[in-house]
C-alpha cells in the first residue's frame, strides 16, 4: 500500500485531530485531497481546511465511504455516539486507528463490529513533533499495514509498540502523564524561586535552564538516576537535606505508588463507562 495514495479520515477536529493533519501534511507530505476532517463544529473544519488544505465533513458517510485509514481522535465520553454512526457500515478493510485514553481494543472492537483496529496513546509532546506513542493492533491488521501505522506515528515522535492493553495503561502513567508532573515539580521550583524576590520571567528561566540541563546529563550518562543524585548529594550537604525529608520512611516512593493506584483505577473507571 502506498502510503501517499492512501486516504485518511479524521474525525473530530480538536488538539490531536490537528496534529495528525498537521503531520500528514507537513512531515508525511499527503497531498490535502487524501485527507478528510470530519468535525460537527462548522467554523472549526472550515479553520483546518484554510490552515492545511485538507477537505472537511459533517457527516459520518463521506467519512465512510473515502477513507481507508480512519482515525478516532475524538474523547472517550464521545466514542458510543461515535460508533452508533459507524457500528456494521465499515467494510472489512478498513483500518480504525483509536487515540482515545482509556478505551481498550476489544471494547473498539465490539462496539465498533470491526476487527482491524489499532489502540494508540499519544502523548501532548506530538503537538511539537516529540511524541511517544504506545500503540497495539489486533492481529487482523496485516504487517504492510503496520509499517504504514508506524510511519505516521513516527511523524509526530517515536512509537512503542506493545501487545496488551494493560502495557498501554499504565505506561501512559510515565509517557502520557509524565510531562506534568515534570510541569508540576517546574511549578513547585518557579514558586521557590519567585518567594526568593525573582521575577517570574526570570524565575521560569532559571529552572527551564535547570531543568534542560538536567535532562542532557541524563541522557549523556551511563548512570542511573540514583547513582547521579548520590552523586550530586554530599555527605552533610543541602541536597542530602532536601532528600532527607522527601525520601524519609520511603514516604515521597509510596505517594507516588499510590497516585499511581488511583491513576491505573481510573483508568479502569473510563473503559468501563465510555466502552
Known amino acids: 500500500m502506498n502510503l501517499k495514495k492512501i486516504k485518511f479520515?479524521?474525525?473530530?477536529?480538536?488538539?490531536?485531530?490537528?496534529?495528525?493533519?498537521?503531520?500528514?501534511?507537513?512531515?508525511?507530505?499527503?497531498s490535502g485531497q487524501n485527507i478528510l476532517v470530519m468535525d460537527l463544529h462548522t467554523v472549526r473544519r472550515n479553520s483546518l481546511t484554510r490552515k492545511y488544505q485538507v477537505k472537511n465533513t459533517k457527516e459520518y458517510n463521506d467519512i465512510i465511504n473515502n477513507s481507508k485509514i480512519i482515525f478516532l481522535a475524538v474523547k472517550p465520553q464521545q466514542f458510543k455516539q461515535v460508533a452508533s454512526q459507524l457500528t456494521k457500515r465499515l467494510s472489512k478493510d478498513r483500518i480504525i486507528i483509536s487515540i482515545m485514553a482509556g478505551i481498550t481494543l476489544a471494547g473498539i472492537k465490539k462496539r465498533l463490529s470491526h476487527q482491524q483496529v489499532v489502540r494508540?496513546?499519544?502523548?501532548?509532546?506530538?503537538?511539537?513533533?516529540?511524541?511517544?506513542?504506545?500503540?497495539?493492533?489486533?492481529?487482523?491488521?496485516?504487517?504492510?499495514?503496520?509499517?504504514?501505522i508506524k510511519d505516521v506515528i513516527t511523524s509526530f515522535g517515536m512509537e512503542i509498540e506493545v501487545d496488551s492493553d494493560k502495557k498501554i495503561d499504565a505506561l501512559t502513567l510515565v509517557?502520557?502523564?509524565?510531562?506534568?508532573?515534570?510541569?508540576?515539580?517546574?511549578?513547585?521550583?518557579?514558586?521557590?524561586?519567585?518567594?526568593?524576590?525573582?521575577?517570574?520571567?526570570?524565575?521560569?528561566?532559571?529552572?527551564?535552564?535547570?531543568?534542560?540541563?538536567?535532562?542532557?546529563?541524563?541522557?549523556?550518562?551511563?548512570?542511573?538516576?540514583?547513582?547521579?543524585?548520590?552523586?550530586?548529594?554530599?555527605?552533610?550537604?543541602?541536597?542530602?537535606?532536601?532528600?532527607?525529608?522527601?525520601?524519609?520512611?520511603?514516604?515521597?516512593?509510596?505517594?507516588?505508588?499510590?497516585?499511581?493506584?488511583?491513576?491505573?483505577?481510573?483508568?479502569?473507571?473510563?473503559s468501563k463507562k465510555y466502552e
Not at 509532546?125 to 487482523?140: C, H
Not at 521575577?199 to 535532562?215: D, H
Open 175 to 270: 509517557t502520557g502523564c509524565g510531562p506534568a508532573y515534570l510541569l508540576h515539580l517546574s511549578g513547585i521550583l518557579e514558586d521557590f524561586t519567585k518567594q526568593q524576590g525573582i521575577k517570574s520571567i526570570q524565575a521560569k528561566k532559571i529552572v527551564t535552564e535547570m531543568m534542560a540541563g538536567a535532562l542532557v546529563l541524563y541522557l549523556q550518562s551511563n548512570k542511573d538516576t540514583k547513582d547521579l543524585i548520590n552523586n550530586m548529594s554530599s555527605k552533610g550537604g543541602v541536597t542530602e537535606a532536601v532528600f532527607d525529608i522527601l525520601s524519609k520512611k520511603n514516604k515521597s516512593e509510596k505517594i507516588w505508588q499510590n497516585a499511581f493506584k488511583n491513576a491505573l483505577k481510573r483508568t479502569s473507571i473510563i
Open 9 to 30: 479520515g479524521i474525525i473530530g477536529g480538536g488538539v490531536m485531530g490537528e496534529v495528525l493533519i498537521k503531520s500528514l501534511r507537513q512531515e508525511l507530505k499527503i
Open 120 to 148: 494508540t496513546m499519544p502523548n501532548m509532546a506530538a503537538q511539537i513533533g516529540s511524541g511517544i506513542t504506545l500503540w497495539m493492533a489486533d492481529k487482523s491488521v496485516k504487517q504492510s499495514d503496520r509499517k504504514i
